[in-house]
């Protein structure tokens, strides 16, 4: 595993519970924050490291802001995002994550995406009607567009109607969602690769 920076700013044992990492991937450095009730975010690849890490700590719990030795169970997160992301097929469901900042509607999407499997995709049109109906397509979309956890919660799996990409709030917009899903083998209908 590499950690970028984490050593150079170690938390004190009091201060293990609260922390952030950023860490390098396949696809870019990525960052992860954690508190006392699991990953608190995870921020996929922005133009460099620090403005990854930036984006992380926006909006999150200022004991969250300092450096530190990842704990166990966030290595073993760190570790799983990594392998996602050089193409091992994991599904990264035992990450635990801390929705309590999260609205309950949200929540329920985060749950429908972590079900997709590696390799598959879905579309806002079906998470919605899971949830209700077609016309929360649109919720469905602005929820997966605030996920603090991608990859964790896999919204580049949720594509829009037709096929199309659809939006992707993290670093290089759509085009970083078809690389996520191009290095996971993604298929379009079960049969082809979604990239010839």
Same mark, same amino acid.
């Given at each position: 595993?590499?950690?970028?920076?984490?050593?150079?700013?170690?938390?004190?044992?009091?201060?293990?519970?609260?922390?952030?990492?950023? #860490?390098?991937?396949?696809?870019?450095?990525?960052?992860?924050?954690?508190?006392?009730?699991?990953?608190?975010?995870?921020?996929?690849?922005?133009?460099?490291?620090?403005?990854?890490?930036?984006?992380?700590?926006?909006?999150?719990?200022?004991?969250?802001?300092? #450096?530190?030795?990842?704990?166990?169970?966030? /290595?073993?997160?760190?570790?799983?995002?990594?392998?996602?992301?050089?193409?091992?097929?994991?599904?990264?469901?035992?990450?635990?994550?801390?929705?309590? /900042?999260?609205?309950? #509607?949200?929540?329920?999407?985060?749950?429908?995406? /972590?079900?997709?499997?590696?390799?598959?995709?879905?579309?806002?049109?079906?998470?919605?009607?899971?949830?209700?109906?077609?016309?929360?397509?649109?919720?469905?979309?602005?929820?997966?567009?605030?996920?603090?956890?991608?990859?964790?919660?896999?919204?580049? /799996?949720?594509?829009?109607?037709?096929?199309?990409?659809?939006? #992707?709030?993290?670093?290089?917009?759509?085009?970083?969602?078809?690389?996520?899903?191009?290095?996971?083998?993604?298929?379009?209908?079960?049969?082809?690769?979604?990239?010839?």
């Amino acid at each position: 595993m590499t950690l970028l920076a984490a050593s150079a700013h170690p938390a004190s044992d009091s201060a293990s519970a609260h922390g952030h990492a950023l #860490f390098d991937t396949a696809i870019g450095t990525c960052g992860i924050a954690w508190g006392p009730g699991g990953i608190v975010a995870v921020q996929l690849p922005e133009v460099d490291a620090a403005a990854t890490q930036v984006r992380l700590l926006r909006g999150l719990l200022v004991p969250c802001a300092n #450096f530190a030795d990842p704990p166990p169970t966030v /290595r073993n997160a760190i570790d799983g995002v990594q392998a996602l992301l050089t193409g091992h097929s994991l599904d990264l469901r035992e990450v635990p994550l801390d929705m309590s /900042r999260i609205s309950p #509607f949200h929540q329920q999407v985060y749950a429908l995406a /972590r079900a997709i499997a590696p390799g598959t995709t879905r579309t806002y049109g079906e998470l919605a009607e899971q949830l209700g109906g077609k016309g929360l397509s649109r919720a469905v979309g602005q929820a997966l567009g605030l996920n603090p956890f991608a990859p964790v919660v896999p919204c580049h /799996r949720v594509l829009a109607a037709g096929g199309k990409a659809g939006g #992707f709030s993290a670093g290089g917009g759509a085009a970083t969602k078809l690389r996520m899903l191009e290095i996971e083998g993604a298929v379009m209908g079960g049969t082809l690769p979604l990239f010839g």
